[in-house]
């Protein structure tokens, strides 16, 4: 008979409860997708905590961020069961990857339109997607079966090649990243270009809408994009007053707390780190004596 060396069956014991652990950890669950109307044919699309929009149309659907290969997938077979049309256009927000992959899964169908940046950001690092077929610098309407759709480019924010979508009948703007409803800056801002941020802000508080669609969390108003841009603004004078006293980066962590906001969401999780990236971005562009 075989006899298994006393290493092997420590091994073997060392594993078992590793194993009984997993396999007593619950499925992973199927990802929470929803269409929802948000005023006349213009609908948003969830899957999990990410958000895009699509306008249905009697010549076809013009659809934005696909989100993911399986999150597009999807969504093409609802907008084929509920409303029969095909997806003429695919518009991408920016070029970051947890919001424009899965492109390809339209390509039967549909042109893809992204700003020149943004391709250029796609091709350059791979992005898994369709790259995009039409590119604008400034702006570019879309007109589809009487439905219109105004892409802008607003400046540097989040990236430097996000845009927004304004759907003026309906009067909805679609905005990813970049205007948070009642919520912080993403961690350190990675990616984003601050101070250009705040004046990215004031242009689309200049335009003519009513309901924000973002990216991620709830829809929400005008009016949260000027908050959102006071929130920066507040965040920026704090951290540069304790930079020009020379504090350090875990001082000012310390230090700028700004409980006006504590009740937005991810408060807690983010404000150290949006004061971090705040001070390394007023570290870089500040000129002392």
């Keep these: 008979m075989k006899t298994l060396a006393p290493s092997v069956v420590v091994a073997v014991l060392t594993l078992l409860p590793a194993a009984a652990a997993l396999a007593q950890q619950p499925p992973p669950q199927p990802p929470v997708r929803e269409i929802t109307k948000i005023a ?5 699309f969830r899957n999990n905590a990410h958000y895009s929009v699509f306008a249905v149309t009697p010549a076809g659907v013009i659809a934005t961020d696909p989100i993911n290969a399986d999150a597009a997938r999807w969504l093409k077979d609802e907008i084929q069961k509920r409303f029969n049309q095909p997806v003429r256009y695919v518009i991408y927000s920016h070029d970051h990857a947890d919001h424009i992959s899965g492109g390809e899964v339209f390509a039967d169908t549909a042109v893809v339109v992204a700003h020149d940046f943004a391709k250029r950001a796609i091709v350059g690092e791979k992005r898994p997607t369709a790259i995009p077929q039409v590119t604008f610098s400034d702006g570019l309407t879309i007109e ?11 400046g540097k924010n989040h990236s430097d090649n ?17 205007i948070p409803v009642e919520t ?7 990616d984003g270009y601050i101070y250009d941020w705040i004046e990215s802000l ?13 990216g991620h969390g709830p829809l929400g108003r005008k009016a949260h994009v000027g908050m959102f841009r006071q929130y920066l603004e507040e965040l920026r004078d704090q951290v540069t007053a304790v930079v020009r006293q020379g504090k350090s980066i875990e001082e000012a962590k310390q230090l700028v707390k700004m409980p ?12 150290g780190l949006n004061v971090e990236g705040m001070y390394r ?3 870089l562009y500040r000129r002392g004596n």
């Design 40 to 44: 006349g044919e213009v609908y948003r």
């Design 144 to 154: 589809l079966g009487g439905t219109v759709a105004q892409l802008a480019y607003v």
């Design 162 to 178: 996000s845009i927004v979508v304004r759907f003026p009948k309906e009067r909805i703007l679609f905005a990813v990243d970049f």
């Design 184 to 190: 912080l800056a993403f961690r350190d801002f990675p």
């Design 202 to 214: 004031r242009m689309v508080e200049a335009m003519d809408f009513d309901v924000l669609a973002p």
């Design 260 to 271: 006006k906001y504590e009740k937005w969401g991810n408060y807690e999780q983010w404000l």
């Design 281 to 283: 971005y007023v570290q």
